[in-house]
């Protein structure tokens, strides 16, 4: 007689069930309600489709619609494999290569058919039918199947159907990894490592859309074939798709580059991609923030630097950042460049330099200069460090996603027995400075990840200091969103990570502050400790903003333009209503500008209802409109910025008003 298998349930109950059986057998044990409801499962906490048989003793847990962030990994990995089946089905000769789940639906890579010689995109005009297609495929509500395949039958399989990219990549899958696939009822079948739900029925056919289609390179190299992309959002009901798309209705309209362009703050273009041409108005708001920010630190005994753009390849070996970062580095010869038409522009012998992609490693340097006590520390490093990161053009995204930008940038070199409460203290900076820009935040804790420096007790113990400084900061809470990230952390150290939450419900991962004790070591820094001896410091790489870029657009899509009046690039307007209040408009624009307020006149012969309309385009706070009746009692009248009413003052309040509201809010 076989040995039953004890199973232990969330609860703590064991059930013993027979070898062979699978977590739907107890899901049908317990009772047919649990047996229809459960879409999956965790074995021993890794996530598994319903029907995989048990080898052995195991906790289980079986996943229910209710545990939507599984249940939405999955929907979204169904929605992609019956994206690729419905575009085969309709599209004959059309080969699939990638597709995963996203943050808030899926894509798949495809290779179009060729027709007469030549491949033919999809577009947009093809998703309707894509659509409808995918709904015949979930209404058949077709068993997806898990099969464990050899490498030498995939290959076959996939090269017998033409299907060359994915031949390609199973063959440099490596020798000792398992290969599934997963097959569509009996009639389709995709390479997959899974999990899946238990049929195709289990989505909601109306909880999904595709939104749009897009060029892509197979495996991200453009120097490979050229895909269509078909990108689509996933969810468990309808009721949640239609939320998203309202969310995505509101973010359109919010868009920082369309509101960057209305307001003329910036603007972007080819010939120097991935860089930000500010315009006046949009660098006062950078001004603003960046002054902000040195009161921030200044306050909090920070010491403000500046270093190199440039840097020797030999320094960014020696950090390791060589090894581990250079395809996203910009290398320059440290030669001058050939000019003879017929020759190489450099010449083999050269060496290399590279702009920094971080401001930390030139930190260590000046750390490194003279010899530094152990009653120096911490020494809190700052700099507005200007950087460039070789970005792909494709993952390129107006001022979000750049490759030159500028970090509020900091670097705390402290004793072992001093990091807790550095990191505690940065926690204290990092929320006075979110709330004053009105933003929630959840702080997550990213874990050592599978490729990294440093030793496992190195990792443990920057682990647990980073841990322990939430914790006495107090936001190792529900409230504060406190998570721990497995894997997520540098190569270099574990981190922790500030993200936002803007107004209309997106988050945006903004601070962080790592504990590092790797790169101290391998640039040689070193401090004399109290026993006279030369020891490590500790290395707390932080940033509240992270780039002053990103966080404009987040700023300008959060507030969808509206601005606070302190940061507003121009607070107030003085409108007049006829010529004759011209001189009274002017007087008062000079009162305004010597109470510190960024103003200014518009004395156009124009109506005053077209005059609204064109400063609440350009998102100007205030309005101030004057007449001749104005003009004669010295008053205004006070148009806010997206309100209907106006309100009748006097010139000297109305000044009073806009000098509070322009105060930053660290000086009120």
């Keep these: 007689?076989?040995?039953?298998?004890?199973?232990?349930?969330?609860?703590?109950?064991?059930?013993?069930?027979?070898?062979?059986?699978?977590?739907?057998?107890?899901?049908?044990?317990?009772?047919?309600?649990?047996?229809?409801?459960?879409?999956?499962?965790?074995?021993?906490?890794e996530l598994v489709d319903l029907t995989r048989t048990f080898t052995g003793d195991a906790a289980l847990a079986l996943v229910t619609g209710k545990d939507e962030k599984d249940a939405l990994e999955l929907a979204?990995?169904?929605?992609?494999?019956?994206?690729?089946?419905?575009?085969?089905?309709?599209?004959?000769?059309?080969?699939?290569?990638?597709?995963?789940?996203?943050?808030?639906g899926f894509y798949y890579d495809f290779a179009p058919a060729v027709v007469d010689g030549k491949a033919r995109p999809f577009t947009d005009e093809d998703l309707p039918l894509i659509e409808a297609e995918m709904r015949k495929i979930i209404a058949a509500n077709k068993v997806l199947r898990r099969e464990v395949w050899s490498r030498e039958q995939l290959i076959s399989r996939w090269k017998q159907q033409g299907e060359s990219f994915k031949a390609e990549w199973a063959a440099e899958l490596p020798e000792d990894e398992e290969l599934t696939v997963y097959w569509s009822g009996d009639d389709w079948l995709d390479m997959c490592k899974g999990p899946h739900l238990p049929s195709t029925g289990k989505l909601d056919p109306a909880a999904f859309k595709l939104t749009r289609v897009s060029g892509a390179y197979w495996r991200g190299d453009q120097k490979n074939a050229m895909l269509s992309r078909i990108y689509g959002t996933g969810w468990l009901n309808k009721k949640q798709l239609d939320a998203h798309l309202l969310r995505l209705e509101e973010a359109a309209k919010r868009d920082h580059r369309k509101l960057g362009a209305e307001m003329d703050l910036f603007h972007l273009q080819s010939e120097a991609h991935g860089s930000v041409f500010w315009h006046p108005k949009g660098y006062l708001i950078w001004r603003e923030l960046e002054a902000y920010m040195r009161r921030a630190i200044d306050g909090t005994g920070y010491q403000e630097v500046k270093t190199p753009q440039v840097m020797d390849a030999k320094q960014w070996e020696q950090s390791g950042h060589w090894g581990k970062y250079r395809e996203n580095m910009f290398v320059i010869p440290d030669e001058a460049p050939n000019t003879e038409d017929d020759g190489p522009i450099v010449s083999k012998d050269a060496d290399w330099m590279a702009l920094k992609p971080m401001n930390c490693p030139a930190h260590v340097l000046i750390f490194r200069q003279g010899i530094k006590s152990y009653r120096e520390l911490p020494l809190r490093l700052a700099e507005m460090g200007c950087c460039h990161r070789n970005e792909p053009h494709g993952a390129l995204h107006g001022i979000m996603r750049v490759r030159q930008f500028t970090q509020d940038d900091g670097h705390i070199f402290c004793r072992e027995d001093q990091i807790v409460e550095e990191v505690?203290?940065?926690?204290?900076?990092?929320?006075?400075?979110?709330?004053?820009?009105?933003f929630r935040y959840e702080i997550k804790l990213a874990l050592r990840p599978e490729k990294r420096f440093g030793s496992e007790e190195m990792w443990d113990l920057a682990e647990t200091e980073l841990r322990n400084a939430v914790v006495n900061a107090g936001l190792a809470t529900e409230e504060y969103g406190w998570e721990e990230l497995p894997g997520e952390g540098a190569f270099y150290a574990p981190k922790l990570e500030w993200h936002l939450t803007d107004a209309i419900g997106r988050t945006w991962q903004c601070g962080t502050i790592q504990s590092d004790r790797v790169l101290p070591e391998r640039l040689d820094a070193a401090y004399i400790a109290e026993d006279g001896e030369k020891h490590r410091p500790v290395m707390l790489h932080r940033a509240i903003l992270g780039s002053y870029e990103r966080f404009i657009g987040i700023l300008i899509e959060h507030f969808a333009g509206k601005l606070p009046v302190?940061?507003?690039?121009?607070?107030?307007?003085?409108?007049?209503?006829?010529?004759?209040?011209d001189d009274y408009a002017q007087d008062a624009v000079a009162q305004l500008k010597a109470a510190g307020i960024r103003v200014e006149s518009d004395l156009r012969n124009e109506k005053i209802n077209y005059k609204v309309r064109e400063h609440s385009l350009k998102k100007v706070p205030y309005l101030l409109v004057v007449g001749k009746r104005e003009a004669e009692e010295g008053t205004v009248a006070v148009r806010i910025l997206g309100e209907q009413q106006q309100k009748f003052m006097p010139l000297a309040e109305a000044i009073a008003m806009l000098k509070g509201e322009a105060t930053p809010p660290d000086l009120r």
């Excluded at 107030?572 to 004759?580: P, Y």
């Design 76 to 104: 979204r990995h169904d929605f992609a494999h019956v994206l690729a089946e419905a575009v085969q089905a309709l599209f004959p000769g059309t080969q699939i290569t990638f597709g995963p789940s996203t943050d808030d």
């Design 566 to 581: 302190w940061l507003a690039p121009v607070q107030a307007v003085v409108a007049t209503i006829v010529s004759d209040a």
């Design 424 to 438: 505690r203290a940065f926690c204290e900076l990092a929320d006075r400075v979110y709330k004053d820009f009105g």
């Design 1 to 45: 007689m076989s040995t039953m298998l004890k199973i232990t349930l969330p609860d703590g109950s064991v059930r013993e069930m027979a070898p062979g059986s699978t977590p739907y057998d107890v899901a049908a044990a317990i009772g047919p309600g649990l047996a229809k409801a459960a879409i999956a499962a965790r074995i021993d906490g």
